[in-house]
C-alpha cells in the first residue's frame, strides 16, 4: 500500500518532476481524452524505451537526440494513422496535441536518461513506471476538472465507435456547480496548482 | 489580418490558452533576462521555420500525397534548424552565444514552436497569413513569459505555504492571468 502511494504520487513524473504538463492542462476537459491521452503516451512510452534500448550501441551521442525524435515521431505517426482510421471523433478532439506528442518531455527524458544506458527489459519496466505514473495523474486530473467544470463524467463517448456503447454518468447539477471555470484554461491553472500543491503538502507531511 | 495577430497575440496565447511551452515557461521565468533570451530565441526559429514547413508542405508534401509524414518533416526541419543556428551563432556572434547558448538546445523539444507550425499548417493560412499568426504568437510568448518573470521575483519574496512554493504557486498566478487574458479583448 505504502509502495504503491509513493510510485504513484512521490515519483510521479507530473506531479513531481512537472514534465509534460501541456497535454495533461490542454486534453484533460473530459475523463475519457485524459485516460486515453494517457494509454497512447504509456503505448509510445513503452515502444520508444524498447527500440531506443535496442539501438543504444549503434547510435553514438552526438546524434542521438536527431534519431531519438526520429523514432518517437515515427511511434506517433503510426498511432495518429490508427486513431484517424479507427477512432476520427478522439482525433479530432485531440488535435494538435496528438503530434505534439514527440516533444513531451516524459518521452525523449526516458530515452535519454534511461534506456540509452540500459538493458531491454529494465527499459521497458522503467517505461511501465513513468508510463503509468502519467497515466494516473491525468486521468485524476481530468476526472477532478470534468466533474467540477461540467458535473459528468464520461467513460465512453468518442471512443463508442470501437466500443459499441455510450456511458456516461452524471455526477451533479446544482447552482454553484458545474462551473464552466474549470472548463477554461486559466481553472485549468489554477485546479493544477491546487492539486500538485495538496499532493507536496501530503508529501511533506509523511516525513 | 490584424484580427489574426491579435487573436493570436492576447485571446489565444500559445502559453495561457494553448498550453505550449509550459516546461520553458516554468523553467527560464524566474529571471528577467533568462525569459527575454528565451523568447527571443523561440522567436527567430519559430519564423523561420514557418516559412522552411510552409513551402516543404506546399511544395513537396501535398504534391506527392504524403501528408502524413508531416509530423516526423516538422520536427526533423526544427531540430536541424536549431543545430544551424546554433553553429551559426557559435562562429560569428560570440557574446549572442553567451547569452542565448543554453536555450537554443531547449527549443527543439519546446511545444510553442512544433505547436504555432502545426497551427498554420492545420488552418490552412498561406504564407503571410501564417508569418503574422507566428509573430503574433511570439510576441505573446515574450509577453506573458516576461510579465511572469517580474510577478514571479515578487512571489517568491512572500509568505507563503511551504507546500504551495515554486510550481504550484506559480501555476495558480498563471491561471489567473489567463483569466485576465481571455476577457481582455
Same mark, same amino acid.
Given at each position: 500500500?505504502?509502495?504503491?502511494?509513493?510510485?504513484?504520487?512521490?515519483?510521479?513524473?507530473?506531479?513531481?518532476?512537472?514534465?509534460?504538463?501541456?497535454?495533461?492542462?490542454?486534453?484533460?476537459?473530459?475523463?475519457?481524452?485524459?485516460?486515453?491521452?494517457?494509454?497512447?503516451?504509456?503505448?509510445?512510452?513503452?515502444?520508444?524505451?524498447?527500440?531506443?534500448?535496442?539501438?543504444?550501441?549503434?547510435?553514438?551521442?552526438?546524434?542521438?537526440?536527431?534519431?531519438?525524435?526520429?523514432?518517437?515521431?515515427?511511434?506517433?505517426?503510426?498511432?495518429?494513422?490508427?486513431?484517424?482510421?479507427?477512432?476520427?471523433?478522439?482525433?479530432?478532439?485531440?488535435?494538435?496535441?496528438?503530434?505534439?506528442?514527440?516533444?513531451?518531455?516524459?518521452?525523449?527524458?526516458?530515452?535519454?536518461?534511461?534506456?540509452?544506458?540500459?538493458?531491454?527489459?529494465?527499459?521497458?519496466?522503467?517505461?511501465?513506471?513513468?508510463?503509468?505514473?502519467?497515466?494516473?495523474?491525468?486521468?485524476?486530473?481530468?476526472?477532478?476538472?470534468?466533474?467540477?467544470?461540467?458535473?459528468?463524467?464520461?467513460?465512453?463517448?468518442?471512443?463508442?465507435?470501437?466500443?459499441?456503447?455510450?456511458?456516461?454518468?452524471?455526477?451533479?447539477?446544482?447552482?454553484?456547480?458545474?462551473?464552466?471555470?474549470?472548463?477554461?484554461?486559466?481553472?485549468?491553472?489554477?485546479?493544477?496548482?491546487?492539486?500538485?500543491?495538496?499532493?507536496?503538502?501530503?508529501?511533506?507531511?509523511?516525513? | 489580418?490584424?484580427?489574426?495577430?491579435?487573436?493570436?497575440?492576447?485571446?489565444?496565447?500559445?502559453? *495561457?490558452?494553448?498550453? @505550449? !511551452? %509550459?516546461?520553458?515557461? #516554468?523553467? +527560464?521565468? $524566474?529571471?528577467?533576462?533568462?525569459?527575454?533570451?528565451?523568447?527571443?530565441?523561440?522567436?527567430?526559429?519559430?519564423?523561420?521555420?514557418?516559412?522552411?514547413?510552409?513551402?516543404?508542405?506546399?511544395?513537396?508534401?501535398?504534391?506527392?500525397?504524403?501528408?502524413?509524414?508531416?509530423?516526423?518533416?516538422?520536427?526533423?526541419?526544427?531540430?536541424?534548424?536549431?543545430?544551424?543556428?546554433?553553429?551559426?551563432?557559435?562562429?560569428?556572434?560570440?557574446? *549572442?552565444?553567451?547569452? @542565448? !547558448? %543554453?536555450?537554443?538546445? #531547449?527549443? +527543439?523539444? $519546446?511545444?510553442?514552436?512544433?505547436?504555432?507550425?502545426?497551427?498554420?499548417?492545420?488552418?490552412?493560412?498561406?504564407?503571410?497569413?501564417?508569418?503574422?499568426?507566428?509573430?503574433?504568437?511570439?510576441?505573446?510568448?515574450?509577453?506573458?513569459?516576461?510579465?511572469?518573470?517580474?510577478?514571479?521575483?515578487?512571489?517568491?519574496?512572500?509568505?507563503?505555504?511551504?507546500?504551495?512554493?515554486?510550481?504550484?504557486?506559480?501555476?495558480?498566478?498563471?491561471?489567473?492571468?489567463?483569466?485576465?487574458?481571455?476577457?481582455?479583448?
Amino acid at each position: 500500500m505504502r509502495k504503491i502511494y509513493d510510485f504513484l504520487f512521490k515519483e510521479n513524473p507530473v506531479f513531481v518532476l512537472v514534465l509534460g504538463l501541456c497535454s495533461v492542462l490542454a486534453v484533460t476537459t473530459t475523463f475519457e481524452k485524459s485516460y486515453t491521452m494517457g494509454i497512447v503516451v504509456l503505448i509510445i512510452l513503452v515502444l520508444s524505451n524498447t527500440i531506443v534500448s535496442l539501438i543504444r550501441k549503434f547510435v553514438n551521442t552526438e546524434i542521438r537526440i536527431p534519431v531519438y525524435i526520429i523514432i518517437i515521431s515515427t511511434l506517433v505517426t503510426i498511432i495518429e494513422i490508427l486513431l484517424n482510421k479507427y477512432s476520427k471523433p478522439l482525433y479530432d478532439a485531440f488535435g494538435i496535441y496528438l503530434p505534439l506528442i514527440v516533444v513531451n518531455c516524459i518521452i525523449l527524458g526516458r530515452a535519454l536518461s534511461f534506456a540509452s544506458k540500459n538493458k531491454v527489459l529494465p527499459s521497458i519496466k522503467d517505461a511501465f513506471k513513468s508510463g503509468i505514473g502519467y497515466l494516473v495523474a491525468i486521468s485524476l486530473f481530468g476526472l477532478f476538472r470534468e466533474v467540477l467544470g461540467s458535473g459528468k463524467i464520461t467513460i465512453m463517448n468518442d471512443i463508442s465507435i470501437l466500443t459499441g456503447y455510450r456511458f456516461i454518468i452524471d455526477v451533479f447539477n446544482n447552482e454553484v456547480l458545474p462551473n464552466k471555470l474549470f472548463l477554461s484554461s486559466g481553472g485549468a491553472f489554477i485546479l493544477l496548482g491546487l492539486l500538485i500543491g495538496v499532493i507536496n503538502a501530503f508529501n511533506g507531511g509523511d516525513e | 489580418m490584424f484580427e489574426i495577430f491579435l487573436t493570436a497575440l492576447i485571446v489565444e496565447n500559445v502559453i *495561457l490558452t494553448k498550453f @505550449l !511551452g %509550459i516546461c520553458s515557461f #516554468l523553467g +527560464t521565468s $524566474n529571471k528577467e533576462k533568462n525569459a527575454l533570451g528565451m523568447g527571443i530565441s523561440v522567436t527567430v526559429v519559430v519564423l523561420i521555420s514557418t516559412i522552411l514547413t510552409y513551402l516543404i508542405n506546399k511544395y513537396i508534401l501535398i504534391p506527392t500525397s504524403s501528408t502524413y509524414l508531416q509530423t516526423i518533416t516538422f520536427i526533423l526541419v526544427i531540430a536541424c534548424f536549431v543545430q544551424i543556428i546554433e553553429l551559426i551563432i557559435k562562429k560569428y556572434f560570440k557574446n *549572442l552565444y553567451d547569452s @542565448l !547558448g %543554453i536555450y537554443l538546445p #531547449l527549443i +527543439t523539444t $519546446n511545444c510553442a514552436v512544433f505547436g504555432i507550425i502545426l497551427t498554420n499548417i492545420k488552418m490552412d493560412y498561406d504564407l503571410i497569413t501564417a508569418i503574422v499568426n507566428s509573430l503574433g504568437s511570439c510576441l505573446g510568448f515574450i509577453l506573458v513569459i516576461y510579465i511572469f518573470s517580474l510577478l514571479r521575483e515578487k512571489i517568491e519574496n512572500n509568505d507563503i505555504l511551504k507546500s504551495f512554493k515554486g510550481i504550484p504557486i506559480s501555476l495558480i498566478t498563471a491561471g489567473i492571468m489567463a483569466l485576465i487574458f481571455e476577457r481582455l479583448i
